[in-house]
């Protein structure tokens, strides 16, 4: 049964992935999350074609980071360009920006500018 298992991770092992990422892109993590949900185990032209079709700027976001996972196995010589799936799609947080602002009543109110790390990985 083990050995089963070393060869199926050996087969794991063998497909080429092909992954870009944005890091700090100025969006909050929650508003592009939306989008990596729906493209996640798509093949990579039908997840362009769904993300086109939205006007959010997540989707533009994400889309670009799709067609640059694309570019990268594109340029690295992919065997089938056709074939290639959405494995992972992550949204991370990223730092924030922290300001202050006047409130009523004279109390001091933070204001958070969110940003996120895209990446997505090709197979």
Known sequence: ??????????KAAEVPQY?????????S?????VFADLIRGKFAD????LLECYPNRGA???EKVLKSAMSNAE?????????L????VRIDGGPMQRRW???SRGVSVIIRRRSSHISVVLK
């Open 46 to 49: 039908e997840a362009m074609t």
């Open 60 to 62: 533009r976001m994400l």
């Open 19 to 27: 992954r870009a990422v944005h890091k700090f892109a100025p969006i």
């Open 75 to 83: 340029d690295l010589r992919a065997q089938n360009l056709d074939n």
């Open 85 to 88: 799936k959405v494995a992972d």
């Open 29 to 33: 993590a929650q508003k592009v999350r």
């Open 1 to 10: 049964m083990a050995h089963n298992k070393n060869e199926e991770a050996e």
């Open 101 to 103: 602002r006047a409130g």
